[in-house]
């Protein structure tokens, strides 16, 4: 089944202490992305992959870093993890930028206290 | 740049009511596409249509339609006969084929509709 897999879904930890989402993907896609998604807001992507070791900045990538070491796998790091971070975070991907449509994980929902 | 407003925050309705959800867009980009994203309650996000920028035809597909107008930047999407299954969020968003961004999906706000029995 082809599909997008966040780990965890849920998740409480304390400020400060780094922490890894993992995402990943079986559709053979080269674009992939995280969004984070706040009420009023919509979502909002932090960062985002077109291939391999290619990755930049989205809109809101303050205090995230992310990695993309395989084509299937794109992890987000928290590595101070702050209260202004609870929120719920969406990996998604692409078979290509443009006119593609993005499949997504099921979320995480991060709370930092 | 580019942007996705969905000025509708909430909608409530009553069952078999018809309902349309608004999106207006900002691009300075010719070639774009645009979607739509339903948020059911249980929070996974489904894809639900994809428009280029090209393709002006209003598209059916069952209870629901969308009409896209170049001419007021908007691509508004209507729910006939809506039902209590239809309460969800739904998104709008908007793809640049050009974008500096990497073509990143813009999303709106979101409208939260609830269909009541």
């Known amino acids: 089944e082809a599909q997008v897999t966040q780990n965890p879904r849920y998740l409480i930890t304390v400020t400060g202490k780094k922490l890894t989402v993992t995402c990943s993907q079986n559709?053979?896609?080269?674009?992939m992305s995280w969004y984070r998604q706040d009420p009023g807001l919509g979502l909002r992507q932090i960062y985002y992959?077109?291939?391999?070791?290619?990755?930049d900045k989205g809109d809101v990538p303050e205090g995230y870093k992310v990695s993309r070491k395989e084509k299937r796998n794109f992890p987000l790091i928290l590595e101070s993890p702050s209260p202004n971070q609870t929120s719920l975070y969406f990996c998604?991907?692409?078979?290509?930028?443009?006119?593609?449509?993005?499949?997504f994980g099921q979320g995480t929902r991060l709370t930092v206290v | 740049a580019q942007k996705v407003t969905q000025a509708q925050t909430e909608i409530s309705v009553v069952e078999k009511e018809d309902v349309t959800l608004d999106c207006v867009y900002e691009?300075?980009?010719?070639?774009?596409?645009l979607f739509w994203y339903k948020q059911p309650p249980s929070g996974e996000l489904v894809f639900l249509i994809r428009?280029?920028?090209?393709?002006?035809q209003n598209e059916i597909s069952g209870r629901y339609s969308w009409n896209f107008q170049k001419s007021t930047s908007s691509f508004n999407f209507t729910i006939t006969a809506s039902q209590v299954v239809d309460s969800a969020v739904y998104f709008c968003?908007?793809?640049?084929?050009?974008?500096?961004?990497?073509?990143?999906?813009?999303f709106g706000e979101g409208t939260q509709l609830t269909v009541n029995p």
């Open positions: 998604a991907s692409r078979f290509r930028a443009g006119g593609f449509e993005a499949f």
């Open positions: 992959s077109m291939n391999v070791e290619v990755t």
């Open positions: 691009t300075r980009d010719t070639t774009y596409y």
């Open positions: 968003a908007l793809s640049e084929a050009r974008s500096t961004k990497g073509s990143r999906l813009t």
């Open positions: 428009r280029n920028s090209f393709d002006e």
């Open positions: 559709m053979n896609h080269e674009y």
